[in-house]
């Protein structure tokens, strides 16, 4: 047992350090230290001779127990063109899992072995679509590179995933041009255990439906969900919930699962966070393959910075996005539809506030002046644009001047009707320096605006004045 408790200091303290998507709550920190202390008063009578257990490694807490014994044989997975891709070996450091791959480039042209990027990403472990196995190599002509594709055990334990019995990889292999060369596709790999593993599982489920498990890798348990939220382009929606992630941001995950027979994005956009639109656009996009579920992040911390509004996320009562579907090309396979999260019975919270100094109100519009958010390259004029005025509205802003100094200038705020937005108007750090200004100096900023409903009419060209 001495021994296993330096294996799950050492797992614990990799996976730590190297996962960087922020799935496990601060519980594991606290496993961290526990096993710290534990290991500080074992490890000096240890003795060398005693081996560690083969199959299987310890779980913190409630959370899957997660086993190594799974191997693959060696597996040509691309033989082509001068081009070959070999699975040669699975190993585990710790719970960390490894493929190794050997890749051979027999052309006469350097190339770029490409796998797990935004651009092309098929890569998936028994039936999930899995970000964190990444590949991206130069290849010289006539040489090999003997590769290690590391796949984030904290991932896995958040997808409930305790044992590999598969693993899906492809790569987008380009010349020095960025031409492609040769596009794989998902090519399999199963192990010595995929014949004993059922794939149609529903892990994700079946970890996140266990309370205890929920708040031990998600924290702050908030909002758990099975209701199927989008069902449409082959593509189902149906597992939501929002906790906590190791860096205290408040995070949602959805569950989607592709029914269809040709891989798809699903996109998520326009989020609203207590009736303040945060993103107006679409915010992620995830691949996912035929019969392949894939777990997508909302990290709320995030797209609220990205809307510069001020909203207390700790205290929220509703949050609304859309989910919809595209093809490999990104051209529309089912239309956005609207999911609404009401995390409490009313689904009314206090942590959104449009509030601040009113500087123009119009036609239905307003717009609200709240402050300047300070930054070491830029700064930014904040506003919310409340609009009741029946219209979907666009806002424009050029003629900027900050103390009868003219400076650049171009933004827009894009506001659904009913909806309130927000809009920043960026002072960068160098024009406010050629113009020996600080922050703190700014007494008055104007600027001109137009706004335009969403054929492009003019509502109103007002001139508005700021005093910070």
Known sequence: MKRTNLALLMVLVLVMSLFCTGCLGKNIKNAVEQAMQ???????????????????????????QFMT?????????????????????????????????????????????????IGYSVNAVNGYMIGSMYVNEEVLPGKISNEKVTIDYEELQLLGINEIAEIQIGFDIQNDDYDEVLVTGAKQ?????????????????????????????????????????????????????????EYGDNVVYLEAYNNGSSPVNVEIGNVEIDGIVVCKSTWTSETVLPEKHVVIDIDLDDVVDYGSADIDLDSIGEIIFTVGVSDEDYDEVAKDREVVIALNENGTGSGAKADGKEVYNSHGIRIIYKGINEDSFYSEILFYVENQSGKDIEVTVDSLSVNDIMFNAFTYADVADGKTGTMTIELFETELEENDLEVSDITEVEFGCEIMDSKWNTIDKPTITVNP
């Open 38 to 64: 534990s290991n500080e008063e074992t490890t000096e009578t240890e003795p060398e001779e005693t081996e560690p257990e083969e199959s299987a490694s310890k779980p913190v807490g409630n959370s899957p």
């Open 69 to 117: 014994g799974a191997g693959i044989e060696e597996t040509v997975l691309v033989d082509q063109g001068g081009i070959k891709i070999t699975a040669t070996e699975l190993t585990y450091t710790g719970n960390r899992p490894e493929l190794h791959l050997t890749l051979e480039n027999n052309t006469d042209e350097t190339l770029q072995f490409i796998s797990g990027s």
């Open 189 to 245: 790999i199963k192990t010595s255990v995929y014949d004993q593993y059922d794939l149609h599982e529903d892990t994700f489920r079946k970890a996140m439906s266990n309370e205890t498990v929920r708040g031990e890798l998600l924290g702050q348990d908030v909002y758990y969900s099975e209701e199927v939220v989008y069902d449409d382009g082959g593509v189902i929606v149906d597992t939501v919930l929002k906790g906590t992630n």
